[in-house]
Nanobody
Framework: QVQLVESGGGLVQAGGSLRLSCAVS????????MGWFRQAPGKEREFVAA????????YYADSVKGRFTISRDNAKNTVYLQMNSLKPEDTAVYYC????????????????????WGQGTQVTVTS
């Protein structure tokens, strides 16, 4: 059974930074394409960032492009989301997700494409 555990969320002032981590166990981490999503109160879960199995390809939502960076360490079975220049509208529960990637360069941006999900970590940005 594949398990994903997020950490690193918290309370930060606007303009600040946080780094989220997602540790994956129970599978071959390098076989999974990974993604980060977020869900604010009363809103649908939305795509934030994705990374291919190899880590060579990444993709971002327009709302975070240039501020957030997704990365992975296949030796540590962990995917990261570095969040800089945070804004109050970034406040949400952040989830990491995994799916077996068919090709090493594939990444996925839709919630329905992901098989495994973490429990989420809260990020709150104050103005």
């Amino acid at each position: 059974q594949v398990q994903l555990v997020e950490s690193g969320g918290g309370l930060v002032q606007a303009g600040g930074s946080l780094r989220l981590s997602c540790a994956v166990s129970g599978g071959t981490f390098s076989s999974y394409a990974m993604g980060w999503f977020r869900q604010a109160p009363g809103k649908e879960r939305e795509f934030v960032a994705a990374i291919s199995r190899s880590g060579r390809r990444t993709y971002y939502a327009d709302s975070v492009k240039g501020r957030f960076t997704i990365s992975r360490d296949n030796a540590k079975n962990t995917v990261y989301l570095q969040m800089n220049s945070l804004k109050p509208e970034d406040t949400a529960v952040y989830y990491c997700a995994a799916v077996l990637g068919m090709y090493s360069g594939d990444y996925y941006t839709k919630t329905a494409e992901y098989r495994y999900w973490g429990q989420g970590t809260q990020v709150t940005v104050t103005s």
